[in-house]
């Protein structure tokens, strides 16, 4: 592990998949690294991987299709009738319900710097797959294969051994006092904008004086990836990694402490990213309970097969959330009208993420939840401008109340 203290970049916004995870558990033995394919007398060659066709546009889904929660355009005047919102407008950061914003979107202010506002301190540190005891390291691409090889059948995914290596960007704000329990929010992708944006919504008041932790993926995508791994699991498998491995690390490195109580935890995360916040939370009610997501995951997608959760994350809009009690959770989620739509062969219905987003505010809805739902117009799957756009006010509409017990 090594730490490397970082000047800040003003690079432009990257995407923002800002995760938080799941807990308990290690590397399932199904999922047990397989040795590589034989490749006879020579190389692997191209005729064994062959190219993959380019993924279709996914369709536009209109704000009022069936099964689509009744939305309230944000910034509408009286008489109006078009389903828009105006440009720049954002939800109240103290409403619940279902919203829609768009075509046309405006950066937040919050994202540019401002003079005389104390500016929290950043590091970076590399963690490594040999140090890891739940995450070894893996990939579905053989020996020799391109990295975005597709397995033929994406229901048998033979995976094999790969490590990595990971960043872990870490903001502490400037108003933390050494020795005292910081607020968290966890995300991925370390990200160059969000200590400009906690700046100056901490300086505001808006948000808690909290630490940020931004830990990157393993890597790959979907099923059979270590990132697939990671994020798609049902499980508390991701969360048990962070609280373990993870956090141990950064307080020691950075000097801080970081919070147990959950009330004072928040997950985000994009795609992927955001199924698994919404997994921290549902399996570890415990360690987070608010949750921030963008183009939700909210699909069949994990691997491997898991007999409790035969869907993947459909089932939490198909089965769990419906059928439990309620949970201590707030929920901010946002879905574009040009997001994802069936990226892989298994055509099983469960594949398309406007119809998982519209099921989960609905069914958040039926429980009693706190929740905002934000459709955007003109948007594509986890888009720059919406998460540059709404980025403040969801987290400041996240730790607005306590959420219910």
Not at 222 to 227: D, V
Not at 310 to 334: M, Q
Not at 375 to 390: C, F, I, M, P, W
Request: hydrophobic share 35%; net charge neutral; glycine share 8%.
């Amino acid at each position: 592990m090594t730490l490397i203290p970082r000047a800040r970049s003003t690079a432009p916004f990257p995407p923002l998949l800002i995760l938080a995870l799941i807990g308990a558990g290690c590397l399932p033995a199904s999922l047990s690294a397989q040795p590589a394919p034989s490749a006879g007398n020579g190389p692997a060659t191209a005729a064994q991987f062959p190219t993959l066709p380019p993924r279709k546009p996914a369709p536009v889904r209109p704000p009022d299709a069936p099964g689509t929660p009744v939305l309230t355009p944000v910034g509408a005047k009286p008489g109006d009738t078009a389903l828009r919102g105006a440009p720049g407008m954002n939800p109240p950061a103290d409403a619940n319900g279902d919203f829609l914003i768009g075509p046309d979107y405006v950066p937040a202010p919050e994202l540019t710097p401002v003079a005389g506002v104390p500016k929290g301190t950043v590091r970076h540190i590399t963690m490594r797959s040999e140090d890891s005891k739940i995450y070894p390291g893996i990939t579905r691409v053989p020996p020799g294969g391109p990295p975005n090889y597709r397995p033929p059948d994406m229901a048998n995914i033979k995976i094999y051994p790969k490590p990595y290596t990971r960043d872990v960007m870490v903001y502490v704000p400037a108003q933390y006092v050494p020795g005292t329990p910081a607020p968290l929010l966890v995300t991925d992708n370390p990200d160059d904008r969000m200590p400009v944006a906690l700046d100056n919504l901490i300086a505001q008041h808006r948000v808690p004086a909290m630490v940020a932790v931004m830990i990157h993926n393993g890597g790959g995508d979907a099923q059979g990836s270590q990132r697939g791994l990671e994020l798609d699991t049902m499980s508390g498998q991701y969360a048990e990694f962070i609280e373990t491995e993870v956090l141990p690390l950064v307080e020691t490195t950075c000097g801080v402490v970081i919070t147990k109580d959950p009330d004072m935890r928040a997950a985000l995360g994009g795609s992927s990213g955001g199924a698994a916040a919404f997994t921290l939370a549902w399996y570890r009610p415990d360690l987070y309970h608010r949750v921030i997501t963008y183009s939700g995951t909210y699909v069949n997608q994990a691997y491997p097969f898991n007999p409790a959760a035969p869907h993947g994350a459909w089932e939490y809009h198909e089965h769990f959330i419906p059928g439990s009690p309620r949970k201590p959770i707030r929920v901010w989620l946002e879905v574009g009208d040009r997001d994802n739509y069936n990226p892989n062969p298994l055509s099983d219905g469960m594949h398309d993420w406007v119809v998982a987003n519209n099921r989960m505010a609905t069914v958040l809805k039926a429980k009693g939840y706190d929740y905002q739902y934000v459709y955007a117009l003109n948007a594509g799957h986890t888009d720059k401008r919406v998460r540059e756009q709404t980025f403040a006010e969801a987290l400041e509409w996240a730790w607005k109340e306590t959420p219910k017990k």
